[in-house]
């Protein structure tokens, strides 16, 4: 399971909130402790939650409209024929895991990278967000090329369909891979 879309959103979220954590613990220790052990180890971790911010957000983002608005209404609807069945997979949906996963995730996301990320505006006195720039659509275009690369080149040639309609042996397969790459810009 760690090797879906889905917890890799996921995993680069909890990798940010990490770094959002532990960072203003190394800034007072750079500002009261002029002899820092490894100032370095700062900048490393502001520039690694940088490259992360738009990809993460632009994953969450595609994880929570896809699941939510797509494939969950089509398989509750047409991928199980009597109530039993869609009531279990309804159950399967609201679960603990699944709720983080697709609900909880974009709501981590949109808090960490749009809401708490601000630069303050010195002509006033209120704060800004910082907006996205052109090396940030790069960013998540190139996480879901490498996140491609990986599904079709291992997990796909070992027999790990994970998500089978991204398949190079469907007949939506350029629809599906254009539409991903549709949605980062959209997010962007």
Not at 42 to 48: G, H, R, S, T, V
Request: hydrophobic share 50%.
């Amino acid at each position: 399971a760690i090797l879906t879309y889905t917890l890799i959103s996921w995993v680069m979220n909890t990798i940010r909130h990490g770094i959002n954590a532990i960072t203003p613990c190394l800034m007072k220790q750079a500002v009261d402790d002029v002899d820092i052990n490894n100032p370095l180890l700062l900048k490393q971790l502001l520039k690694i939650n940088h490259i992360l911010r738009f990809p993460a957000i632009a994953s969450a983002s595609i994880t929570f409209v896809v699941w939510n608005a797509v494939l969950f209404p089509l398989i509750y609807n047409y991928g199980f024929d009597t109530a039993e069945k869609k009531t279990n997979f309804l159950k399967f949906n609201c679960a603990f895991r699944m709720v983080q996963q697709h609900v909880c995730n974009i709501i981590y996301a949109v808090m960490n990278t749009i809401v708490s990320v601000s630069e303050n505006n010195t002509s006033s006195n209120n704060s800004t967000p910082v907006l996205f720039q052109s090396d940030d659509l790069w960013r998540g275009a190139i996480s879901i090329f490498i996140y491609g690369i990986f599904y079709l080149t291992i997990l796909d040639r070992i027999g790990v369909h994970i998500y089978p309609i991204f398949s190079p042996r469907t007949n939506y397969v350029i629809i599906t891979w254009c539409t991903v790459f549709l949605l980062i810009f959209g997010v962007y």
